[in-house]
């Protein structure tokens, strides 16, 4: 009897505990809802799909505008930057000030909410928006740069919250966190210019007329319709030796007129030259391969 009347206690006493648990579970609910404005939830939601079409009609204005007038390109590129940047934090401040009433509860729950994410699940995101203040404070790069990172090369298109966007020359798309480029190496090709630097090289034989080839370089390179003259064009010749050939080495260093052209840039010379070359029998270095002791030019 006495056990009976044990195991009844324990199960009282068991089920006052989770009534308990179960009315401050229901008192911290009420509380929460009692911090939402929920007229201003739906402004909130509102003022979302707002920032939504405002940020997808000032893209589509900059590509617009910055087609037709390639010299503002670059200009418009990080004045967009910078818009989607304010835009994105003044959006967020509104909605949560009028999501919620601002009062001790609000503050101490943002604070130990706030405090849990960096530490843990959100620790990751915290650096990245880190990093990107940094990022948009130090100017390693600027949007509309044509760098090179961690093996991709192309355009910055965005430089966002949490990651820099980069259009490669394939078309694809590269998502990077901004905290990698706190520890990585980035190379900026044109650094905010419209203009970039192509160094394309040529070969040909030891045996060939140097001067003269050094001559059409230059002039198949400051003939291009893509050349930027008032920068210099330069070519620099040296000897280049490897296991299988010995050869002379030109290297031709340009400024293309505009980033977006550099591919056509490199091909429009690349040709000129092959074919001033042939016209001018310039010949490229002869590859002398090894074989049972009998050498093939």
Not at 70 to 92: D, E, H, N
Not at 100 to 111: K, M, S
Not at 120 to 125: G, M, Q
Not at 196 to 206: A, D, H, K, S, T
Request: with cysteine; charged share 15%.
């Amino acid at each position: 009897m006495n056990k009976w009347l044990y195991v009844i206690a324990l199960l009282l006493l068991s089920s006052a505990v989770n009534a308990e648990e179960a009315i401050a579970s229901v008192e911290n609910i009420t509380q929460f809802t009692n911090l939402i404005r929920w007229s201003g939830v739906i402004f909130s939601i509102l003022i979302m799909m707002g920032t939504w079409v405002l940020i997808k009609f000032m893209n589509s204005m900059v590509e617009s505008i910055g087609g037709q007038f390639v010299q503002y390109r670059m200009l418009l590129q990080k004045l967009q930057s910078f818009l989607q940047f304010f835009i994105y934090m003044t959006a967020g401040l509104v909605v949560f000030m009028l999501s919620f009433r601002i009062n001790d509860h609000i503050l101490a729950l943002i604070g130990g909410t706030l405090a849990v994410s960096v530490g843990f699940a959100l620790k990751d995101l915290a650096a990245s928006f880190i990093a990107g203040l940094t990022v948009m404070i130090d100017r390693p790069f600027q949007v509309g740069d044509r760098v090179t990172f961690e093996g991709n090369y192309g355009d910055i298109t965005t430089i966002g919250l949490r990651s820099v966007r980069m259009r490669t020359l394939n078309d694809d798309i590269i998502t990077i966190p901004n905290n990698k480029f706190l520890n990585e190496v980035t190379v900026s090709g044109n650094y905010g210019a419209l203009d970039m630097q192509v160094v394309i090289p040529f070969y040909v034989g030891m045996n060939e007329d140097i001067v003269m080839a050094r001559n059409l370089i230059q002039e198949a390179a400051s003939s291009s319709r893509y050349i930027h003259l008032p920068k210099p064009v330069t070519v620099l010749v040296k000897q280049t030796i490897t296991d299988n050939y010995l050869a002379v080495q030109l290297t031709c260093k340009a400024y293309v007129v505009d980033t977006a052209y550099e591919k056509l840039f490199e091909t429009d010379i690349t040709l000129r030259v092959i074919d001033e070359f042939r016209k001018h029998n310039i010949n490229a270095p002869q590859i002398a391969v090894q074989n049972h002791n009998r050498t093939i030019e």
